[in-house]
C-alpha cells in the first residue's frame, strides 16, 4: 500500500513569512496527526484529526499555526508568520481506527528553515 | 517535566555485540508504549507496541519488553543495518485523543 505523502520535502523561508505544508494519508485511514521534530528531539504532538474534526489541538501555537482537514483526507498545516524556533521537521501521520490500538504511519516529513 | 526518558543519548557497538537501550516513563494508565526505528531524513517506523507489564514482543534481532515503569529494547549481535535512531513512544491522553508523546531516542551506531 502506498505510504503517507507529504511536500514539500524541503521549504527555506525568511522569519515572518508564511509556508504552508500538505499531506495526504494513507488510503482509508481516518484519523491523522502533525507532528513538529526538533533537531535532537523526538516529534511532537501539534494536532490531530478524526475525519475532518479536531480531537486534540492542545500544544498548537495557535497565535501563527493553523491546520485544516476540509474532506476529511487530505490536510493542510500553515505557519504565518514564522519564526526561527520555527525550524523544524514537520511530520504527517495517520492512523486506521479511532480510538482503538493500533499504531501511526508516518511520512517522510517536510524540512523547514527559516532565516 | 519529562514524561518518557531514554538512555543511552547515543551508543556505539561492535557488529555482533548485544547490548539494551532503556525507555523509563513517568505517567499513570499507560496506554501503550510504542517503538519506532527512524533513518537519516525520514520518518519514524512503527516497530512494537506494548500494553501491559510482562509483555514481550520479538522482531529479527530486537526484543521489547514492558514492566511498570519502563521498557528495554534489546537487540542481539546487531549488524551495521541496525544503525538508526530508536525513539520510545507513549499513549497518553484519553477520550480518543491518541496523539503520541516521544522520548529523544537513543542514536545507536553499529560498526563493522
Known amino acids: 500500500e502506498a505510504g503517507v505523502a507529504q511536500s514539500p520535502r524541503y521549504k527555506i523561508i525568511e522569519k515572518r513569512q508564511s509556508v504552508a505544508f500538505w499531506c495526504n494519508p494513507i488510503?482509508?485511514?481516518?484519523?491523522l496527526y502533525w507532528y513538529q521534530q526538533i533537531l535532537g528531539q523526538g516529534p511532537k504532538l501539534l494536532i490531530q484529526?478524526?475525519?475532518?474534526?479536531?480531537?486534540?489541538d492542545s500544544q498548537l501555537p495557535k497565535d501563527r499555526f493553523s491546520a485544516e482537514r476540509l474532506k476529511g483526507v487530505d490536510s493542510t498545516l500553515k505557519i504565518q508568520p514564522a519564526k526561527l524556533e520555527d525550524s523544524a521537521v514537520y511530520l504527517c501521520a495517520s492512523s486506521l481506527a479511532f480510538g482503538r490500538p493500533t499504531w501511526q504511519y508516518f511520512g517522510p516529513g517536510t524540512r523547514l528553515t527559516v532565516t | 517535566e519529562d514524561q518518557v526518558t531514554q538512555s543511552p543519548e547515543a551508543l556505539r557497538l561492535q557488529e555482533g555485540e548485544s547490548s539494551s537501550l532503556n525507555c523509563s516513563y513517568t505517567v499513570s494508565g499507560l496506554r501503550g508504549l510504542f517503538w519506532y526505528r527512524q533513518d537519516p531524513g525520514k520518518g519514524p517506523e512503527f516497530l512494537f507496541t506494548?500494553?501491559?507489564a510482562g509483555e514481550e514482543k520479538e522482531k529479527e534481532r530486537l526484543k521489547a519488553t514492558l514492566t511498570k515503569k519502563e521498557s528495554f529494547l534489546h537487540i542481539t549481535a546487531p549488524k551495521p543495518e541496525d544503525s538508526a535512531t530508536y525513539l520510545c513512544?507513549?499513549?497518553?491522553?484519553?477520550?480518543?485523543?491518541?496523539?503520541?508523546?516521544f522520548g529523544k531516542g537513543t542514536h545507536l551506531i553499529i560498526q563493522p
Open positions: 506494548l500494553y501491559s
Open positions: 484529526f478524526q475525519n475532518n474534526g479536531v480531537v486534540d
Open positions: 513512544a507513549v499513549r497518553l491522553r484519553g477520550g480518543g485523543a491518541d496523539g503520541l508523546t
Open positions: 488510503s482509508g485511514h481516518a484519523t
